[in-house]
T-cell receptor, first 110, second 117 residues
Framework: GQNIDQPTEMTATEGAIVQINCTYQTSGFNGLFWYQQHAGEAPTFLSYNVLDGLEEKGRFSSFLSRSKGYSYLLLKELQMKDSASYLCAAGTDSWGKLQFGAGTQVVVTP | GAVVSQHPSWVICKSGTSVKIECRSLDFQATTMFWYRQFPKQSLMLMATSNEGSKATYEQGVEKDKFLINHASLTLSTLTVTSAHPEDSSFYIC?????????????FGPGTRLLVL
């Protein structure tokens, strides 16, 4: 079956680095997405990995290993506004359908 | 990034009424849109895939006669919750698929909060 696993919650201090891991088991995999969702709001797109390796975009980086069914999102120089839920999602078919994980709540403390 | 709008952002209705939610891609054409539902403190649950000019594909457990989806144009998909009941109260979010030079992205609308009394 389809399964996306990520930790429920992570806490870190302002200025620190946090790495959110995601493991997936899906059929028809065609890419791994990361989204940020603040409470009460819709998700916003952060990154998309389809090939193995690291993609860096400012303070955020995302890594994918297709052979291991593993991805991580790295948040550097944490800011208070980074407190949010981070959703890992796997593309599962040619139509672009996404399977979402339950989300990781990141709490940034002063 | 691309902009997706949803209307209305809030709906409060009586049990038994029907509610229509619109999802528009504002600066691009989207042949495929998706409808999700999210309950408090839970992740997004895909309800259906909406393809322009064809019938929507519903996920297992989602009643197609209760959640009517129409993708009438390349920039508009609508979700109608028919005969809404309190258990239908949720956060409904649409997304539009963009595939540019082989890179996939889905952009989400701001969501519609539905409260059925």
């Amino acid at each position: 079956g389809q399964n996306i696993d990520q930790p429920t919650e992570m806490t870190a201090t302002e200025g620190a680095i946090v790495q959110i891991n995601c493991t997936y088991q899906t059929s028809g995999f065609n890419g791994l997405f990361w989204y940020q969702q603040h409470a009460g709001e819709a998700p916003t797109f952060l990154s998309y990995n389809v090939l193995d390796g690291l993609e860096e975009k400012g303070r955020f980086s995302s890594f994918l290993s297709r052979s291991k069914g593993y991805s991580y999102l790295l948040l550097k120089e944490l800011q208070m506004k980074d407190s949010a839920s981070y959703l890992c999602a796997a593309g599962t078919d040619s139509w672009g359908k996404l399977q979402f994980g339950a989300g990781t709540q990141v709490v940034v403390t002063p | 990034g691309a902009v997706v709008s949803q209307h209305p952002s809030w709906v409060i209705c009586k049990s038994g009424t029907s509610v229509k939610i619109e999802c528009r891609s504002l600066d691009f054409q989207a042949t495929t849109m998706f409808w999700y539902r999210q309950f408090p403190k839970q992740s997004l649950m895909l309800m259906a895939t909406s393809n322009e000019g064809s019938k929507a594909t519903y996920e297992q457990g989602v009643e197609k006669d209760k959640f009517l989806i129409n993708h009438a144009s390349l920039t508009l998909s609508t979700l109608t919750v028919t005969s809404a009941h309190p258990e239908d109260s949720s956060f409904y979010i649409c997304s539009a698929r963009v595939n540019w030079r082989g890179r996939e992205t889905q952009y989400f609308g701001p969501g519609t909060r539905l409260l059925v009394l």
